[in-house]
């Protein structure tokens, strides 16, 4: 698992994507991208960031949103790419042109784990996901349950994945998106469609990420996400309900 990094290619495509809490949802097309057969492991953060790999097959865990993207940039210069991120003190850009490690969009990950699946679950839960029913209290190996048709393992359970997206910036501000579940989380929670979020320097045992890769011609949007709509979305105002994605959706 150490050294270069197992990615599937994906081919282009459209994703419904949901927002229950706001009662709304939104098509998107994809074009092709590659993203990672597995969760980046605590081996490989650890070769290339330098730091313990007690576990070297678990999925790396405990690592904020900005580690991941300082992750993504380190494992691009590692092989010799472009790094895909940009850093002013706390801001962070991405440049959709370059055609390094990132962040899969929050669009790329649920098309990529849904592999053509229309449920909230690719296959049986108890085969596809370490979850809360599996009675573990750490992350397990990566590779232990099926993978989906895409080839990909642990999409659902294990830990949840960072996404490059805002998760909801006129109630949450600078909080960004993970997705997919948990090794302790019950069902509902680990869902292909379920939303959540942290702040970019939140870090807890079962949040880890998963390497993304694809250029695209466009400087301020690709794959989902638009600089232009975030700023939109931070202007909204209104009552909305608090929480996260609301039971029964």
């Known amino acids: 698992?150490?050294?270069?990094?197992?990615?599937?290619?994906?081919?282009?495509?459209?994703?419904?994507?949901?927002?229950?809490?706001?009662?709304?949802?939104?098509?998107?097309?994809?074009?092709?991208?590659?993203?990672?057969?597995?969760?980046?492991?605590?081996?490989?953060?650890?070769?290339?960031?330098?730091?313990?790999?007690?576990?070297?097959?678990r999925p790396a865990s405990d690592v904020s949103w900005f580690r991941a993207v300082r992750f993504c940039n380190a494992a691009s210069e590692w092989e010799g790419l472009d790094p895909v991120y940009r850093f002013d003190g706390e801001e962070v850009t991405w440049d959709v042109t370059s055609d390094g490690y990132r962040l899969p969009?929050?669009?790329?990950?649920?098309?990529?784990?849904?592999?053509?699946?229309?449920?909230?679950?690719?296959?049986?839960?108890?085969?596809?996901?370490?979850?809360?029913a599996d009675g573990v209290r750490t992350p397990?190996?990566?590779?232990?349950?099926?993978?989906?048709?895409?080839?990909?393992?642990?999409?659902?359970?294990?830990?949840?994945?960072?996404?490059?997206?805002?998760?909801?910036?006129?109630?949450?501000?600078?909080?960004?998106?993970?997705?997919?579940?948990?090794?302790?989380?019950?069902?509902?929670?680990?869902?292909?469609?379920?939303?959540?979020?942290g702040a970019p320097r939140m870090h807890h045992e079962d949040v880890g990420l998963r390497l993304a890769r694809g250029a695209f011609d466009t400087p301020d949007e690709a794959q989902g996400w638009s600089a232009q709509a975030d700023r939109e979305r931070a202007l909204i105002d209104g009552a909305l309900p608090s929480g996260w994605t609301p039971r029964g959706r």
């Not at 698992?1 to 459209?14: K, Q």
């Not at 969760?39 to 290339?48: D, G, M, N, P, S």
């Not at 690719?122 to 809360?132: E, F, I, Q, R, V």
């Not at 960004?176 to 469609?193: M, P, Q």
């Open 105 to 132: 969009t929050e669009a790329e990950w649920e098309f990529a784990c849904r592999a053509g699946s229309v449920g909230p679950h690719y296959a049986p839960l108890s085969d596809a996901a370490w979850t809360g």
């Open 1 to 57: 698992m150490s050294g270069d990094f197992e990615l599937a290619g994906i081919s282009p495509g459209t994703v419904t994507l949901h927002d229950a809490r706001r009662k709304m949802q939104r098509v998107v097309e994809l074009e092709a991208f590659e993203i990672g057969v597995y969760a980046v492991t605590e081996e490989q953060l650890a070769e290339i960031l330098g730091i313990p790999a007690p576990h070297p097959r």
């Open 140 to 197: 397990q190996p990566v590779g232990g349950k099926i993978p989906n048709l895409n080839g990909l393992f642990d999409t659902l359970g294990n830990v949840w994945e960072w996404c490059w997206d805002l998760l909801d910036p006129a109630r949450y501000d600078d909080y960004r998106v993970f997705r997919g579940g948990g090794f302790a989380d019950d069902a509902w929670s680990v869902r292909a469609s379920v939303r959540r979020g």
